[in-house]
């Protein structure tokens, strides 16, 4: 079975500095990678996707996130912290499993941004 | 909208009594799911229905019983409540998720269970 670790329960950053939460994976095959975010109160919403192909993927809210295969990681970044980023982040990995696939989540990250 | 939709969204109930949860998506989806997210944000996957057949069962109390009268419903009954099940649920949906790992959950906004 797939699994995916997030490191660090907790990120705090100032507005305007670089935004970086880790994510590592454990997959003998070639992942299907997600990163979620979770504002209060509210359900998960995709952030960007990895499946195939380039492997620097681009996703809403300026966020990115390279895929690195020899690393088994798949980090997400923002250049820039906005006050509205802050929040809880989930790195996920879609697990090959008896009858399809499940969605398998880190256990989170959450994005403190000061001003 | 097209969204993800689940009812209630507080739920407040004493040990031992039965309620239910209700999904619907307009999605046109036809891959739905139960996920529990726990006090500390940890979220696990319950069940998982294709085409309204359930494809994924994970290791749930049979006090937790998902039914799914079409593809775009599905619901949550859970039988004498306890304590434990207090936590957050979330109702997604996905399209082809029964053989397309690479489709991404969209998420209805949780129902938050309190069981005193």
């Known amino acids: 079975a797939q699994s995916v670790t997030q490191l660090g329960s907790h990120v705090s950053v100032s507005e305007g500095a670089l935004v970086l939460l880790r994510c590592n994976y454990s997959?003998?095959?070639?992942?299907?990678l997600f990163w979620y975010v979770q504002y209060p109160n509210q359900g998960l919403q995709l952030l960007l996707k990895y499946t195939t192909g380039a492997t620097l993927v681009k996703g809403i809210n300026g966020f990115e996130a390279e895929f690195k295969k020899s690393e088994t990681s798949f980090h997400l970044t923002k250049p820039s912290a906005h006050m509205s980023d802050a929040a809880e982040y989930f790195c996920a990995v879609s697990d090959l499993v008896t009858g399809g696939f499940k969605t398998i989540f880190g256990a989170g990250t959450r994005l403190f941004v000061k001003a | 909208d097209t969204a993800v939709s689940q009812t209630p969204k507080y739920l407040v109930t004493q040990m031992g009594n039965d309620k239910s949860i209700k999904c619907e998506q307009n999605l046109g989806h036809d891959t739905m799911y139960w996920y529990k997210q726990d006090s500390k944000k940890f979220l696990k996957i319950m069940f998982s229905?294709?085409?309204?057949?359930?494809?994924i069962n994970e290791t749930v109390p049979n006090r937790f019983s998902p039914k799914s009268p079409d593809k775009a419903h599905l619901n949550l009954h859970i039988n004498s409540l306890e304590l434990g099940d207090s936590a957050v649920y979330f109702c997604?949906?996905?399209?082809?998720?029964?053989?397309?790992?690479?489709?991404?959950?969209?998420f209805g906004n949780g129902t938050r269970l309190t069981v005193t």
């Open positions: 997604a949906s996905s399209l082809g998720g029964g053989g397309q790992g690479r489709s991404p959950l969209h």
């Open positions: 997959s003998s095959v070639p992942p299907y």
């Open positions: 229905y294709n085409n309204k057949e359930l494809i």
